[in-house]
């Protein structure tokens, strides 16, 4: 893919960050007008760093970047400047979890350099969501799915491009799209017509709402597609948080 110069300043969340030097770190950024790209952050670990209190993840800063050049086998840009842009805290608890996981979802789903300008806001728009629960996720899960070409149209059936029968149940297969149900594990046609409606609209709020209906089967659902488009890579956030929720149970 051909790389243009940065934009002066840029709006991003950094996704992950590791040590580079002694004082300085390599961050994964999610921008609004590049996607995802590769920053080194120089001096970030100094004590009297500004930056210390500015780089932290599921927060939303306003950066400027050089141009990319070449670096440990990749393009890297250089920060030259960060600071808060406003909005929510960091989430706690539950929620923080969560906001990682996306965080997870991102950093391997998404290519270095690609723009998605509605993913970047329906991911803002999501982490202030978090509290609301499982609902939240599922609304990203499909957001994201769709914004990479990797959701098929739920309004109809692929094997027969028939309308969807609301009072039937389908499945979702990662290779052939919305099949008639051979399993338990399986979506009300009703369902599919109402996220179908709100991915078309653009609503996070609306397709939030959409996914409250059937959190466990849309769960069971959504993560055999995102496994499948993984190369079934394990997650792991997601096993850190049945690990958790496991010590918090006993």
Known sequence: MRLTRPPATQQAYVLHSHDWSESSLILDLFT???GRVAVAAKGAKRPYSQLRA???PLQRIS???????KAEGGEV???RSAEWGGGATMPAGA???SGYYLN???LKLLARHDPHARLFDAYADTLAALPEGDAALRAFELKLLLELGLLPDLSVVATTQTAIAPERRYQLSPESGVIAAASDASLPGS?????QAALLHGSMAALRQACAAEPQGLKTTLRGLLHYHLGHQPLRTRALMVDV???LDK
Do not use: D, G, H, Y
């Open 54 to 56: 500015v780089l932290l």
């Open 32 to 34: 609004r007008e590049s």
């Open 63 to 69: 950066v400027s970047l050089s141009k990319p050049a």
């Open 245 to 247: 929720q496991n010590l």
């Open 104 to 106: 997870e979802l991102l």
């Open 191 to 195: 369902l599919l017509i109402q996220l």
């Open 95 to 97: 929620a923080l979890f």
């Open 77 to 79: 840009q250089t920060l």
